[in-house]
Nanobody, 114 residues
Framework: QVQLVESGGGLVQPGESLRLSCAAS????????MNWYRQAPGKERELVAG????????YYADSVKRRFTISRDNAKNTVYLQINTLKPDGTAVYYC???????WGQGTQVTVSS
């Protein structure tokens, strides 16, 4: 059974940083590409970053390039999203997704507010 559990969200001030984690289980993580999505209030869910199974290829949405960094540790079955210089429009629920199994985590809330 595929399971994805996100953590690391919270309330932060503009300009601060966060690192989100997604712990995976129930499948062979090391051969699976992984994605991070976010859904802001009143908006559709959007893909913000993706990483290949080996960690050698990446995708970033234009809106987050140079501020977001996706990475993975295949020994820990975990994918990360480092978010720097958070802006108020970064307020959203951030979700982990594994395309191979079309499975989502429960999400972690990030709120950016002064």
């Amino acid at each position: 059974q595929v399971q994805l559990v996100e953590s690391g969200g919270g309330l932060v001030q503009p300009g601060e940083s966060l690192r989100l984690s997604c712990a995976a289980s129930g499948f062979t993580f090391s051969i699976s590409a992984m994605n991070w999505y976010r859904q802001a209030p009143g908006k559709e869910r959007e893909l913000v970053a993706g990483i290949s199974s080996t960690g050698s290829n990446f995708y970033y949405a234009d809106s987050v390039k140079r501020r977001f960094t996706i990475s993975r540790d295949n020994a820990k079955n975990t994918v990360y999203l480092q978010i720097n210089t958070l802006k108020p429009d970064g307020t959203a629920v951030y979700y982990c997704f594994v395309p191979q199994f079309n499975s989502w985590g429960q999400g972690t809330q990030v709120t950016v507010s002064s």
